[in-house]
């Protein structure tokens, strides 16, 4: 069997190993040390002036901390978009607040602003007002973000930016992870860059940010003896694994490049494919990382080939695709949740695809994905 085609996996720029050598010969393997606070750095001038980072555990880790900074406690409601990954929403339930999921619009595949502001109205007029708003870059996509920051801004909400795949990702220049109240990152081991596990809070000061790092470390009170008095969480970063994060911050550049090439890729090859639409940046404003190149199937338009049937197909190459996110309001866990919007969001789940898209294909896989793409379109 020819080796397995992955939708997105780990790519090493070569110098993490060199980074994770400095820390054990300096023993400096724990939840803080030099690499920790240069991958931070490293994050914080990229991100650019204003912006201060806390590298913690998981990107979910950083949307729980992002909503305990903002103030959710039990009972309260998060307005969130629905089409995303489970982990955007998780941290709500943690909490033990509400999710109120949202559509998404059919330019960018994020928060509808519309169905955001018309969930406000409502909520407000149910007598409960939403307390923050979780948007989410999909797939590396930057949202409406002039659109939702005016409405968030005019209902005074706070707005928590979910940039787990976006990192590099530009809405009119502005780097994405920086447009909430707070942002987060994820360098999971299939995002554009990895720490094999791990992720980042982007904070608008430097006093959120250090109280991000005090919560992710169990909210130790200034004393000599173990005091605190609020709740505290182990979500701090691994010196060990930050050291990959140097390693890759080297080659993020790089690997934006690459994935936006494979995205041209699968641009050209559907071009002339009837009922394949590749899901691209609606104007000049949007500069998209392409961390998953995602495209929408029209049976009705390609002699009744359904997204499953490419799927399968695939598959049966030994070439991962994946479909779009379910959204969350239609999540077993979350079925009895609050929902606002259309069918955007289910339909994109119906018909839609992810492909292999890292930045580690070679034109060999490239081939291959060609031919069974020639395969089920042209046969
Ligand atoms: C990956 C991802 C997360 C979670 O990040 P982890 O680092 O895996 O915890 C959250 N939201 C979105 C949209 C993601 O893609």
Not at 73 to 95: H, K, M, R, W
Not at 290 to 319: F, S
Request: net charge negative; glycine share 8%.
């Amino acid at each position: 069997m020819n080796k397995k085609i992955w939708l997105s996996s780990p790519h090493m720029s070569g110098n993490e190993m060199k980074y994770i050598q400095e820390a054990f010969e300096t023993n400096w393997i724990a939840p803080l040390g030099p690499n920790v606070t240069e991958f931070e750095n490293t994050l914080q001038i990229y991100l650019g002036e204003n912006n201060y980072v806390a590298a913690l555990s998981s990107g979910t880790a950083a949307i729980h901390l992002g909503l305990i900074l903002a103030g959710i406690t039990q009972g309260d409601e998060v307005l969130c978009q629905t089409f995303t990954f489970s982990a955007s929403a998780n941290p709500i339930a943690y909490l033990g607040a509400t999710p109120v999921f949202i559509d998404s619009e059919s330019d960018t595949l994020n928060m509808c602003p519309k169905a955001m502001e018309e969930a406000i109205i409502d909520r407000i007029a149910k007598g409960k007002k939403p307390k923050a708003i979780i948007v989410v870059d999909s797939y590396g996509m930057p949202a409406k973000w002039d659109e939702i920051s005016a409405i968030a801004k005019k209902y005074s909400i706070f707005l928590l930016e979910d940039a787990a795949s976006a990192l590099g990702s530009t809405y009119k220049n502005q780097k994405c992870g920086t447009f909430g109240d707070i942002g987060i990152l994820s360098f999971n081991g299939n995002k554009i860059i990895t720490t094999s596990g791990g992720g980042a809070l982007v904070a608008k000061t430097k006093e959120i940010k250090d109280k991000a790092v005090f919560f992710a470390t169990q909210s130790r009170d200034n004393a000599p003896h173990y005091q605190h008095s609020e709740i505290g969480y182990n979500y701090r970063m691994s010196n060990i694994v930050a050291g990959i994060g140097r390693g890759q911050m080297e080659v993020l550049e790089d690997h934006i490049a690459l994935r936006r090439a494979m995205h041209d890729f699968y641009m050209a090859y559907f071009k002339d494919i009837q009922g394949v639409t590749v899901f691209t940046e609606p104007t000049a404003d949007y500069f998209s990382n392409h961390w998953l190149t995602a495209i929408l199937v029209n049976p009705g338009q390609t002699g009744g080939k359904t997204r499953e049937d490419l799927r399968l197909a695939l598959d049966a190459a030994n070439i991962e695709s994946r479909p779009l996110w379910k959204p969350m309001h239609l999540q077993p866990i979350f079925a009895n949740d609050p929902y606002y919007g259309g069918t955007i969001s289910e339909s994109l789940f119906q018909n839609g695809l992810c492909f292999p898209s890292g930045s580690n294909l070679d034109d060999n896989d490239r081939n291959r994905i060609k031919s069974a793409l020639d395969d089920f379109f042209k046969a």
